[in-house]
């Protein structure tokens, strides 16, 4: 749950916000879910601009974020700025700030769907009064390219796998993608851990995870655990995604 250093985080980011006039200011992810842990976790926001971002507003945001970096937990903040042109459209790129800097990235149909089940309203109008809803065949469409385009080309690239990120997202990503093609849900990082061992995952790395998600005591992993992780994660993860994806063409 947040606590009082998110808390005033967020309060702060919607006062500085305030004179861009948003219409809304939403989270989504892990603060919005309930699987949120400060310190580890983003805190994953959507901000709905009433006007096209101009180069004033794009300043004016950079000026934000770089004012919240006394704020501990800053680093972890990443923010999409949605514009009256983009409401309807998931393939569209907007203006984000996230790790440190300005990119500009989609706000991809998982991300909406979230929203609409478990989206949580920081500032303005809920995101059904504001954003279309997500068909299943669009969800879908999205969570089986994300699979075949971005994942399986990444199994084979053996140095990534040595960083917990990789292990971390990796799995729980394709454990999440799995349930969704499934049924339709959209699930948490903790519940993706309990469904990853029924999907034949390798349990030590799955234990492994949850060790360095939830144990703050936990030990750091030696270089020797860290290949072994590797090699487990790439072979179960290649011919895992290649049927997830074969069986929802």
């Known amino acids: 749950m947040p606590t009082e250093s998110t808390q005033s985080l967020l309060a702060r980011f919607l006062t500085d916000l305030a004179p861009l006039r948003p219409r809304a200011v939403w989270a989504h992810g892990s603060l919005a ?9 983003d805190l994953d926001l959507i901000a709905v601009l009433p006007a096209p971002v101009s180069l004033r507003t794009l300043r004016r945001v950079v000026s934000l974020h770089r004012g919240l970096r006394t704020e501990p937990l800053a680093a972890k903040l990443h923010c999409s700025y949605l514009t009256p042109a983009g409401l309807d459209d998931p393939d569209r790129s907007h203006l984000t700030w ?47 390219r994300d ?21 971390d997202a990796g799995l729980l990503t394709f454990a999440r993608a799995t349930v969704t093609l499934h049924d339709g849900r959209l699930i948490s990082k903790r519940e993706a851990l309990t469904e990853l061992p029924a999907l034949g995952a390798p349990v030590e790395v799955v234990e492994d995870i949850t060790r360095r998600r939830y144990d703050p005591d936990a030990p750091g992993a030696d270089d020797t655990w860290r290949a072994r992780r590797a090699e487990l994660t790439r072979g179960y993860l290649g011919p895992a995604i290649d049927a997830l994806v074969a069986a929802h063409r």
Request: charged letters at 30%.
């Open 147 to 167: 699979q075949r385009d971005f994942w399986r080309p990444n199994v084979d690239r053996a140095r990534l796998w040595m960083r917990d990120i990789w292990v």
């Open 98 to 144: 996230a790790h440190r800097h300005v990119m500009r990235r989609p706000v991809t149909p998982v991300t909406r769907r979230e929203l609409h089940d478990f989206g949580r309203v920081l500032h303005g109008e809920p995101p059904a009064g504001l954003l279309p809803p997500v068909p299943e065949r669009q969800l879908h469409a999205f969570v089986v």
């Open 33 to 41: 879910g309930g699987d949120y842990q400060e310190g580890r976790s």
